[in-house]
């Protein structure tokens, strides 16, 4: 039975922090920057993550995934947009408390997080 008591681990590893973008153009050489934040593409990167992790949550987990009629209430926040992740099957789960989010307590990992699961913000 798909989605009747899976579980899932989704691994995401955090976007282009500015420690690989200045280890790029020092040719490799370790620019020691240890808690690199994300650069733009870092943060671009964290929000197309939303978008594969919705998508596969709603595609593991269909019982999950809100309704449209619950989505159009307003329970899901806003209608997705290209910054903004369809909410459907993460907002499910976070509320129901089915769904952890781990992360390292570097920032260029945490803000990766919040990025890709917005709604999780208090629960990583």
Known sequence: RRG???????LVRHGE?????LAERAGGRDPYVRDAPLTKLGRDQALRA???IE????ELLPSAAMSTDET???????QATASSPPPSALVSLL??????????PLSRAIETALLSCPKAEGRI
Do not use: P
């Open 55 to 58: 998508k596969t949550l709603s």
């Open 17 to 21: 922090s500015e420690y690989n973008s």
């Open 72 to 78: 159009r209430a307003g329970l899901g926040g806003s």
């Open 4 to 10: 009747a008591g899976r579980r899932a681990l989704i």
């Open 50 to 52: 939303s978008h594969a």
């Open 95 to 104: 509320k129901s408390g089915k769904l952890r989010i781990v992360s390292s």
